[in-house]
């Protein structure tokens, strides 16, 4: 906001554009140095003077008038210094505005993600659970940012391991079992499919036929594949209620099994396609990568066959105008092949897909491997998540009500933070007892704060009150301190942060700009008494305390936390 008051204070001053102005602005690093600072070295090279020559005039020609903004030249620097008493008003109207994180950057261009996508019949791992936290969060800043967002969960629920399911469930496999426990019976299965393998060779074709079965319409395999698709997709949504999220379509693999043969006919009529030992593959050989595998050497086809179908439908049926794919960072090579592919075929857009790859998520050094059956369950990690957190508020706040809701909230607010407040690409060893702590970077710090800041509004009987201009005028006496006025340029700077996670594809520059914004308003908490026997005082103060609040609250969501009143 200040960079935007910024750069219309320099506009009438200097012959560049608005836009250009803003581009060269900067937050100085500390207050001392101004709200808002201007390096003049663009101007330098316009008008050939030395900078620190420019950043004098300007500073002579903006202190002329009074606009209750001051500047000071420091080397080639133009400092600007906002007049809180001025200011503050205008800050808190434009904070306290219910469009306030909303832009309309997007115009309403359809943006179709792929998030989440487990796989049918395998648990659902940790790497799924950044899918599903990254692609919801950005699926909310999209939105936020004024596009028409898509989500979709792309389960994989065909392939060759079904064959092997299959064969594994009809030798050892125990219907009551599998009903009460699908993904670790089917685990089981696996593992010991796998075990069973390596002595006896048949096994593995005998898996092959059941796929081939499967592939052909067998009634039989059929029947198994739709009750391990039911049976999985029940687990899958169990965690899905926990983690509070939604997709606006779930369409497996499958959902292409009559797309790709279109795809291969195009492909073959544009003679992209090539033999390579018997398989047909597309070379990306001008591209520096290795070449795309398209069928393989018994006719059928494969993962890369499948998202470009997958693609393809994506951009005719729903109508996408960018396509985002969260997934991990060892599938970069796959996305990179089938994006060449579909450039080769013609389609331009496919500029316009993205891989959002992001790093290993590791349980205490425990790294998961479905093979040989070490992995760290989800639902496990959740429910020991929610029982700490309970602990800890049985501890903070004995006489809590909904302590057991609070308790969910918290926990898997901890656990989504923990993940999310991290650069995507960094691999991540989750420790719940850190992303549990209240008083360090985490979920619950935030979560705590919000409720800090509600608590003070619920003691006013403010909750809900709409703060009219009068009110926020008056405001400005009591919010012009340095931690007030620190407090209030953090907040304003929240739609920067929307709009720089969604550039980047980063939800972590809105979960580090929480952590920064609660902290400043801790550091205002802590040195101000914000009730007191003046009510002018205490109403001025909890303007701000209103506006930390509609921030936290409105970041938190973007992020899928919940915010309890109480904690
Ligand atoms: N099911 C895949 C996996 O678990 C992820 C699918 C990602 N989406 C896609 N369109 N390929 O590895």
Known sequence: MLLRWAAERLLPLVPLSQEEIGAILELPPNPELGDVAF??????????????????????????????????????????????????????????????????????????????????????????????????????LY???????????????????????????????????????????????????????????????????????????????????????????????????????????????????????????????????????????????????????????????????????????????????????????????????????????????????????FGLMKFGGRKMSTRRGQVVFLDEVLDEAVSKAEAIIAGKNPDLTDRHEVAQAVGIGAVIFGDLKHNRMLEVDFSLDEALRFEGETGPYLQYTAARAHKLLDKCGLIGAEANQGSLEQSADYLSDSAAWECLKTLAAYPDAIRDAVRLGEPSIVARYLLDAAKQFNRFYHQERIITDSEQATRGKLVLVAAVLRVLRSGLSMLGLKSPNQI
């Open 39 to 140: 390096p003049c070295y663009t101007l330098s090279r316009q008008w050939k003077r030395p900078p620190a020559a420019i950043s004098e005039e300007l500073a002579i020609r903006i202190n002329e008038q009074p606009t209750g903004i001051r500047a000071e030249a420091k080397g080639p620097y133009l400092n600007l210094f906002f007049e809180p008493l001025q200011w503050v008003p205008r800050l808190l109207e434009t904070i306290l505005h219910p469009d306030f994180a909303c832009s309309d950057e997007g115009d309403g261009r359809r943006v179709v993600i792929d998030l989440s996508s487990p796989n049918i019949a395998k648990p659902f791992g940790v790497g799924h659970l950044r899918s599903t936290m990254i692609g919801n969060a950005l699926a909310n």
């Open 143 to 357: 939105r936020a940012s004024g596009y028409d967002v898509v989500t979709v969960n792309h389960i994989g629920d065909w392939g060759t391991q079904f064959g092997k399911l299959m064969e594994a469930y009809t030798r050892w496999g125990d219907e009551e079992k599998l009903r009460q426990e699908p993904i670790r019976e089917s685990l089981r299965l696996y593992v010991q499919f796998h075990d069973e393998a390596e002595k006896d060779k048949t096994l593995e074709d005998d898996a092959r036929r059941w796929f081939w079965k499967l592939e052909n319409g067998d009634p039989e395999a059929q029947r198994l594949w739709q009750y391990f698709v039911a049976f999985s997709m029940e687990e899958f949504d169990r965690v899905y209620a926990r983690l509070g999220v939604t997709f606006d379509h779930t369409l497996g693999e499958s959902f292409y099994n009559d797309k790709m043969g279109h795809v291969v006919r195009q492909l073959t009529d544009l003679q992209l396609l090539e033999e390579s030992d018997g398989a047909q593959v597309v070379r990306l050989d001008e591209e520096g990568m290795p070449p795309c595998l398209i069928l393989k050497s018994d006719g059928t086809t494969i993962y890369p066959t499948r998202d470009l179908a997958t693609a393809i439908y994506r951009k005719n049926e729903m109508g996408a105008d960018k396509l985002l794919y969260v997934v991990g960072g060892e599938q970069k090579l796959h996305f990179a092949q089938v994006f060449a592919v579909l450039k080769r075929m013609g389609m331009d857009w496919s500029d316009r897909c993205e891989h959002i790859a």
